[in-house]
């Protein structure tokens, strides 16, 4: 049960969107937003990003201009859940839709030469057992739609997958909320699998074409040896996270990709060996879910690899966050989407771009640096390395390199001399580049 409390603690920090009472519904009719056809790429980018309560789509013009020129420099994947993370409730009462929140943050996509995503949660209270024309926010994070209204979420989704005809990428649920089984102890892997496979059905009714993914499963870890299939240097997997994977592996009706979520943290001790050698973790599980299905397109919906109040500076985390990058490309990974962590608030750890200004920070460059050298399907070299702790990914003609350490390093790469200074990310030209 602890586990399951921190779960729902942590899931709550993120914030869906903390809004007090909902908004009157419009009584006029909404158009669907015209909305421009996703660029063209010549691979899948791979690399992406969710969208969460603060964005750039409500800021002034400024900060949205800026954001939308650091996202749109190189394509990238971006992600919106239809409720809460900048999204108000999109039906209110049955039948009785409200698209404003949605039509608005869809559209910054569009603007911003996204690849768009949308994830299917959360759920409108009138299906979770609340009061049509009411939104109880605090409880958007924990309730799943109950049974009964399972056909009617399935209808909401279509009803979205029509209205937002460019977005062919859907992932069904966030994190199993609500789908905790506390007399078992366990994930009801059985509900969820039921209303994924009425969603799935729907949206291919919609449009074959519509790519489905799930079960979307929050993957734990704690350093202590348990009765679990997956473990390593990094920790140990809850097993009961791995059954509830297996179990929507064998009982879906239909699948595009595997979606699922996670931290380099343990439970209990924090990352594990060392802030970098935890990445681990990612490698280990993504080759454990493409051997249990088959080989199917791995999603990371979400990953985290600083610890709470760990007193980073930003060379350090962007440099954790490059050595999970690199390890979500070694492994396989089809997708990975950071979970932008934006606020108000001047100071902005990990974030994107500026508050006020709309300009690059370092893990936006991150982001576009492997989105344009390391896509889908970029074939990886093995280079030498003078010093293990440089940690290097390379393609014939780009490679980047992380110091690892808190100090300057020299150290010789694919037969060059480099000083990297502490926690320093290099790119450097290989080939012909």
């Not at 959360?122 to 399972?150: I, L, Q, Y």
């Not at 997708?335 to 990990?350: H, I, K, S």
Request: charged share 25%; proline share 6%.
């Amino acid at each position: 049960m602890a586990l399951v409390v921190g779960i729902m603690v942590y899931a709550g920090s993120r914030n869906t969107g903390d809004k007090g009472e909902t908004a009157a519904v419009p009584t006029v009719p909404q158009p669907a937003p015209t909305l421009e056809q996703p660029p063209a790429t010549e691979a899948w980018p791979r690399w992406g990003v969710t969208h969460t309560q603060f964005s750039a789509d409500n800021q002034q013009r400024e900060v949205t201009d800026g954001a939308a020129h650091v996202l749109s420099r190189v394509p990238l994947l971006q992600n919106q859940h239809i409720m809460g993370w900048g999204a108000g409730n999109p039906e209110p009462s049955p039948g009785k839709y409200d698209w404003r929140d949605l039509d608005r943050r869809v559209k910054f996509m569009s603007k911003s030469q996204a690849i768009p995503v949308i994830t299917l949660c959360c759920a409108p209270d009138w299906m979770k057992g609340g009061t049509a024309g009411r939104t109880d926010w605090s409880k958007n994070p924990t309730v799943a739609p109950k049974r009964e209204h399972f056909d009617d979420y399935a209808k909401l989704a279509a009803t979205v997958a029509k209205r937002y005809k460019t977005v062919k990428h859907f992932m069904v649920w966030n994190e199993f909320k609500g789908f905790w089984n506390p007399g078992t102890n366990r994930w009801d892997a059985e509900a969820y699998t039921e209303l994924y496979n009425k969603v799935y059905d729907a949206l291919k009714k919609v449009d074959e074409d519509i790519q489905v993914g799930g079960p979307y499963v929050p993957i734990e870890s704690s350093s202590r040896q348990t009765g679990s299939e997956l473990s390593g240097s990094w920790g140990t997997v809850d097993q009961r996270a791995l059954d509830a994977i297996e179990y929507w592996i064998d009982n879906k009706k239909g699948g595009d990709f595997i979606v699922v979520d996670g931290a380099s943290m343990t439970t209990d001790k924090g990352n594990v060996p060392d802030d970098f050698g935890a990445s681990a973790k990612f490698g280990a599980i993504t080759t454990w879910l493409r051997q249990k299905s088959n080989d199917m397109p791995v999603w990371w919906a979400e990953w985290y690899v600083e610890p709470e109040n760990s007193g980073w500076t930003e060379e350090r985390r962007t440099a954790v966050q490059a050595a999970a990058l690199m390890e979500f490309a070694k492994s396989g990974v089809t997708t990975a989407l950071y979970w932008n962590p934006q606020r108000r608030e001047l100071e902005c750890p990990g974030c994107l771009w500026t508050t006020r200004e709309g300009q690059e920070l370092p893990m936006a460059g991150l982001l576009s640096g492997f989105t344009r050298w390391f896509p889908g399907g970029t074939g990886l070299e093995e280079v030498t390395v003078s010093d293990p702790k440089v940690k290097v990914l390379a393609q014939p003609r780009q490679m980047v390199m992380v110091n690892t350490t808190d100090g300057d390093l020299s150290v010789t790469v694919d037969g060059k001399q480099f000083t990297l200074s502490p926690h320093e990310i290099k790119w450097s030209q290989r080939g012909s580049a």
